[in-house]
């Protein structure tokens, strides 16, 4: 069965310092990778998404992910962390080939990230 | 609509009473997804919706929980005699399941809180 395991539950930087949210995934087959962002008292929405296309993927907001299948890693990054990117972070993975059901979509606790002025 | 529709946005009830959370997703998505999520446990998979097929309710914490979705588009979370332990927000998503690419849109939830 397929995991994701998200170091950190909360990460604290400086306004103008790099972001870096870790994520692993556990899996026997090559899988989607996702990373979704919650603002507070707002639902979750798709920040950027690894579909097996190229290994670094791009998304909103300046954010961008790497795709490592030597470490199992999906880790997302920003170079310049700004007040308006403090909010919940979450990775999730999900296969190209499953049959249906929900549990084709995992997520892992999520991450808070906390930016300090 | 544009998005994922929830409703009510917050609710307040006493220990015992059943609560109806009611979820309306965007136009033509055929999967329909509940999850719960509280404080620091991430989010909880309850029960998955696709189109006329059974629901997927392996996620349901016990059997107080149940949903129902009419017609392929508006579904009702139901928690009966709730617990304090049932405190948590619930979040409704969907999307185009076949094509299976994970991606889901989320409604802002509906935030409960039992006294």
């Known amino acids: 069965a397929q995991s994701v395991t998200q170091l950190g539950s909360h990460v604290s930087v400086s306004e103008g310092a790099l972001v870096l949210l870790r994520c692993n995934y556990s899996?026997?087959?090559?899988?989607?990778l996702f990373w979704y962002v919650q603002y507070p008292n707002q639902g979750l929405q798709l920040l950027l998404k690894?579909?097996?296309?190229?290994?670094l993927v791009k998304g909103i907001n300046g954010f961008e992910a790497e795709f490592k299948k030597s470490e199992t890693s999906f880790h997302l990054t920003k170079p310049s962390a700004h007040m308006s990117d403090a909010a919940e972070y979450f990775c999730?993975?999900?296969?190209?080939?499953?049959?249906?059901?929900?549990?084709?979509?995992?997520f892992g606790k999520g991450t808070h990230l906390i930016i300090q002025p | 609509g544009a998005g994922v529709s929830q409703s009510p946005s917050n609710k307040v009830t006493e220990k015992g009473k059943d609560v109806e959370l009611r979820c309306d997703p965007i136009?033509?998505?055929?999967?329909l997804y509940w999850y719960r999520q509280s404080l620091g446990q991430g989010l909880e998979f309850l029960i998955y919706?696709?189109?006329?097929?059974?629901?997927?309710k392996s996620g349901l914490p016990s059997d107080r929980f149940s949903a129902e979705r009419t017609g392929g588009s508006v579904s009702t979370l139901t928690i009966q005699r709730t617990q304090q332990e049932d405190s948590a927000v619930y979040l409704c998503?969907?999307?185009?399941?076949?094509?299976?690419?994970?991606?889901?849109?989320f409604g802002e939830g509906s935030r409960l809180t039992v006294l």
């Open positions: 136009s033509g998505h055929t999967a």
């Open positions: 919706f696709q189109g006329n097929s059974a629901p997927d």
């Open positions: 998503a969907s999307s185009f399941r076949t094509r299976n690419t994970g991606e889901l849109f």
């Open positions: 999730a993975v999900s296969f190209p080939y499953s049959g249906g059901g929900a549990d084709g979509l995992t």
């Open positions: 899996s026997s087959v090559p899988p989607y």
């Open positions: 690894y579909t097996s296309a190229a290994t």
